[in-house]
């Protein structure tokens, strides 16, 4: 908690900062002679910047993983669907092919802190649609499964990438990944969402595919011990 609000604290200081210098430079260019394409350009960057400033100050500091305080009855279902839903919204996403096939279709609950479960949801996803974008458009295919066991719901994300290489296998959420050059992240997202839903009582599996793709089950226990209508 206290990591979270220090954080919360450098990071705001510094986007009230960026937001600012936005302004000075709008100010600055506002006499300036600048072609009509170069005036629009300066603008919209200028513009994606307050934007993204805004968010960082909206971004609440959330209680500490693990914590009982947040957490919520949610419907998992909707808050995944929300989500995807918005993912194929933005560019390059929305060439992306995306299959349902969640059982049961009623709704199912779970209890966790709604941002962190969207937290753990945003790794694997992102993951997903970036092993999609090393592969041809018409390859690409982001399929969602789902499954209730027991007192447990198995949520399968799979894409149909190009894979995790068979020498990474064992290292899948056990260690970090380390980058090629040229390549993002940190090697830890992986760790990171598992350490999220481990801390609500649930835990990820990687099913390898001698093929094609990568699968990625996140099991969680259901709230009361059954799909929601049941």
Not at 37 to 46: A, G, Q, Y
Not at 57 to 80: F, H, Q, T
Not at 176 to 203: C, R
Not at 215 to 227: E, I, N
């Amino acid at each position: 908690g206290m990591a979270s609000s220090i954080w919360g604290h450098s990071i705001r200081g510094y986007a009230i900062s960026i937001r600012e210098l936005v302004r000075n430079l709008r100010a600055d260019f506002e006499g300036a002679f600048l072609l009509s394409r170069k005036r629009n350009s300066l603008d919209e960057k200028l513009a994606r910047i307050e934007k993204l400033t805004t968010q960082i100050l909206e971004r609440p500091v959330i209680e500490p993983l693990g914590s009982d305080k947040g957490a919520e009855n949610l419907p998992v279902y909707n808050l995944l669907k929300e989500r995807v839903k918005q993912l194929v919204q933005t560019e390059p996403y929305e060439a992306l092919k995306v299959e349902w096939n969640l059982h049961p279709e009623t709704e199912v609950i779970v209890r966790c802190h709604p941002q962190w479960l969207r937290r753990a949801l945003d790794i694997l996803l992102d993951n997903a649609v970036e092993a999609l974008l090393k592969v041809e458009p018409a390859r690409r295919r982001l399929i969602i499964n789902s499954k209730v066991v027991g007192n447990k719901v198995d949520i399968a994300i799979t894409d149909t990438g190009p894979g995790i290489p068979p020498e990474l296998h064992d290292k899948v959420l056990r260690e970090q990944i380390k980058k090629k050059p040229g390549e993002s992240g940190t090697g830890i997202g992986l760790l990171m969402a598992q350490a999220i839903i481990n801390a609500y009582g649930g835990d990820i599996n990687y099913l390898p595919d001698e093929k094609e793709g990568t699968t990625m089950v996140v099991s969680l226990p259901l709230a009361g011990g059954a799909p929601a209508g049941n």
